[in-house]
């Protein structure tokens, strides 16, 4: 009876020593998370994979076993290219308005310097208050001097004016709303390519004038027009002062496009003696350039501003030549009527009626009308209108006082052509009559 019991006993304890001690079989599974742990600072096939497309990591040593080269590698491939393509890219060296100095290194190439295309001016009113005006006007206003593709040097108001040369016409462009400073020196160079193209070899002075045009008020957007409008407006008193104090035999062009279109025929306005609606006048003993011409591009004023008494009444007074650029298909001014109750429609799209240019009277003969719905469709921003040469061949005895509106072996693909009226605008023997608009056009 002994054996057994001793037997059960030895069994009873084999047991209990197998519950207390894991199997050999178990022991694995508990080495797995120290060799796993062991592994993760070990680079594995997989990491030098996603390391390799990174150029330093391709160029460079090799990254210790300790350490993944994820975080040198970005660094040096973000410095490497930007650099390169900051090299490669032309930069335009801006002064800011606010900017009182001038670059040393940056040299002032005068004006009509060879067959430059980047020799032009930009005057600035940003920084002018459009209710009242100084005695001098080159006192708020801002004066940068584009000399090549980078650099565009700021300079003082009389360096501007000693750089003007009698003998060859100043044109100013005047651009629309919805202009901010950085558009306007991104577009001016496009705008003066567009109009030294169209008459290569002649000289032209581009100035273009910038004004405070930039829109904050999307939501309300008729409200935000119409405030746009008015300080076009006022702002023209700094183009019409800055007008007279040229050369006195200069000979100038005013080039606007929708609300620069309205600061440019205020510009007029008070040059042919009359006064904005803030009571703003010109000063006495201002002398206005003795030949003046302007183009009008998709005008956003009311069709009949232009006639006698009303607000613009003075505008076709002192000018020799008008060019109405207008749009029949303007989308942007076929809404122009919304920003009032009741208001008119717009000049850059109908022009003018048969009425206006009855009371006009002999006024109306100076203006003569180009539909450029053909060529810039429902469209109406500024772009749209520097991209076509056939225009900017149609400016051409505007723009650079040619008399003859076809030059010697340059026949235009366009012709700017009277409206028929009971006045009749001067005829050219080239032209072939339009046909007659009705209000609804």
């Not at 581009?206 to 930039?214: E, G, K």
């Not at 008399?403 to 409206?419: K, L």
Request: proline fraction near 10%; hydrophobic fraction near 40%.
């Amino acid at each position: 009876m002994r054996i057994p019991i001793v037997a059960i006993a030895l069994a009873v304890h084999a047991m209990t020593v197998c519950a207390q001690d894991p199997p050999a079989s178990a022991a694995k599974p508990a080495e797995k998370p120290q060799a796993s742990l062991h592994r993760s600072w070990k680079p594995t096939g997989k990491w030098k994979l996603q390391a390799q497309p990174r150029p330093a990591a391709a160029k460079g040593e090799p990254a210790p076993a300790t350490k993944t080269a994820a975080a040198p590698a970005s660094t040096a491939s973000s410095d490497g290219p930007s650099s390169s393509v900051e090299s490669n890219t032309p930069k335009t060296v801006v002064v800011s308005p606010a900017t009182p100095t001038v670059p040393a290194a940056q040299a002032v190439i005068p004006v009509g310097h060879g067959d430059c295309d980047c020799d032009y001016w930009i005057v600035s009113s940003r920084g002018c208050d459009g209710a009242t005006v100084p005695a001098d006007a080159c006192s708020c206003l801002s004066f940068f001097h584009r000399t090549s593709e980078q650099n565009l040097v700021r300079e003082p108001g009389q360096a501007f004016l000693a750089s003007v040369r009698p003998d060859r016409p100043v044109c100013f462009v005047v651009h629309g709303s919805y202009n901010r400073w950085r558009d306007v020196v991104a577009e001016s160079r496009k705008i003066h390519h567009w109009l030294r193209c169209a008459n290569r070899g002649n000289p032209l002075q581009v100035v273009f004038f910038t004004w405070p045009s930039d829109g904050n008020m999307p939501i309300l957007l008729p409200v935000e027009i119409a405030i746009l409008g008015r300080r076009s407006g006022a702002h023209g008193v700094y183009l019409a002062k800055l007008a007279t104090q040229l050369p006195p035999t200069q000979q100038v062009c005013i080039v606007g496009h929708s609300h620069g279109a309205r600061a440019a025929v205020a510009a007029l306005h008070l040059l042919g003696g009359g006064a904005l609606e803030e009571g703003l006048v010109l000063p006495v003993g201002c002398t206005c350039p003795p030949r003046l011409r302007a183009v009008l591009i998709a005008a956003a004023i009311d069709y009949d501003w232009l006639n006698p008494g009303q607000r613009y009444g003075q505008a076709l007074v002192v000018p020799e030549r008008v060019l109405l650029m207008r749009n029949s298909r303007d989308s942007w001014l076929t809404m122009y009527p919304a920003r009032k109750w009741s208001g008119e429609r717009a000049l850059g799209k109908d022009g003018l009626g048969q009425d206006d240019r009855l009371a006009l009277g002999p006024l109306g003969a100076k203006v003569v009308e180009l539909n450029s719905a053909e060529f810039t469709t429902w469209h109406h921003s500024f772009s749209d209108f520097h991209q076509r040469p056939e225009l900017a061949t149609a400016m051409l005895p505007y723009v650079y006082f040619q008399e003859d509106p076809h030059p010697a072996g340059a026949a235009p693909a366009i012709t700017p052509v009277p409206t028929p009226v009971s006045v009749t605008p001067p005829a050219s023997p080239h032209a072939a009559p339009e046909e007659k608009r009705t209000a609804t056009e």
